[in-house]
T-cell receptor, first 114, second 116 residues
Framework: DAGITQSPRYKITETGRQVTLMCHQT?????MFWYRQDLGHGLRLIYY???????DKGEVPDGYVVSRSKTENFPLTLESATRSQTSVYFC?????????????FGPGTRLTVT | DQQVKQNSPSLSVQEGRISILNCDYT??????FLWYKKYPAEGPTFLIS?????DKNEDGRFTVFLNKSAKHLSLHIVPSQPGDSAVYFC???????????????FGKGTKLSVKP
């Protein structure tokens, strides 16, 4: 299917566990992003990537790790999950070439850390 | 320190009337602004954008106004429809500076309810 997909859509994990959220896009967009959405905070950028093998921190990167070995995939790993990482996570992609600047979001992953 | 502020957490409007959603920003480097719409259990979807060289952009029922001197933008929806009920996020970027400055900064969102 064309577009941007996230898996899993729902995840419950325990404190201290490692968990990886997957993101896949079929547009060959150069930029990809991870956000978290929390009540009272809106959307906050965790990490972003301008191209394969190029990643950089966003506003709230602590406790997260990303990689981007292929243009179409951008997994987000919580190395040792904490309750404060309970959130809805959105992946997004963007071409950002010329006038194209909109980001296209996936459906989200709701993560609960118990 | 919030750079993009949506001071109204919620707004209720009657069907057929105008909805006006407001957004204020503090960073004078922002030169590109976007509105996103989000339904429950879905990702945000792009709605409309405006560059700082313009003061108005229109797309069907949706119009965004930008007042650079006041660092304020608004989204007008006319006429409002029940299907417009969603959370609306304002976002801003300092696009011309590139790098991390080009990343989007989002407001907290305004929940719009359009009543039949």
């Amino acid at each position: 299917d064309a577009g941007i997909t996230q898996s899993p859509r729902y995840k419950i994990t325990e404190t201290g566990r490692q968990v990886t959220l997957m993101c896949h896009q079929t547009w060959s967009h150069s930029y990809m992003f991870w956000y978290r959405q929390d009540l009272g905070h809106g959307l906050r950028l965790i990490y972003y990537s301008a191209a394969a093998d190029i990643t950089d921190k966003g506003e709230v990167p602590d406790g997260y790790v990303v990689s981007r070995s292929k243009t179409e995939n951008f997994p987000l790993t919580l190395e040792s999950a904490t309750r404060s990482q309970t959130s809805v996570y959105f992946c997004a992609s963007s071409d950002q070439a010329g006038l194209i600047y909109e980001q296209y979001f996936g459906p989200g992953t709701r993560l609960t850390v118990t | 320190d919030q750079q993009v502020k949506q001071n109204s957490p919620s707004l209720s409007v009657q069907e057929g009337r105008i909805s006006i959603l407001n957004c204020d920003y503090t960073n004078s480097m922002f030169d590109y602004f976007l509105w996103y719409k989000k339904y429950p259990a879905e990702g945000p979807t792009f709605l409309i954008s405006i560059s700082s060289i313009k003061d108005k952009n229109e797309d069907g029922r949706f119009t965004v106004f930008l007042n650079k001197s006041a660092k304020h933008l608004s989204l007008h929806i006319v006429p409002s429809q029940p299907g417009d009920s969603a959370v609306y996020f304002c976002a801003a970027s300092a696009r011309r500076y590139g790098g991390s400055q080009g990343n989007l900064i989002f407001g907290k969102g305004t929940k719009l309810s359009v009543k039949p």
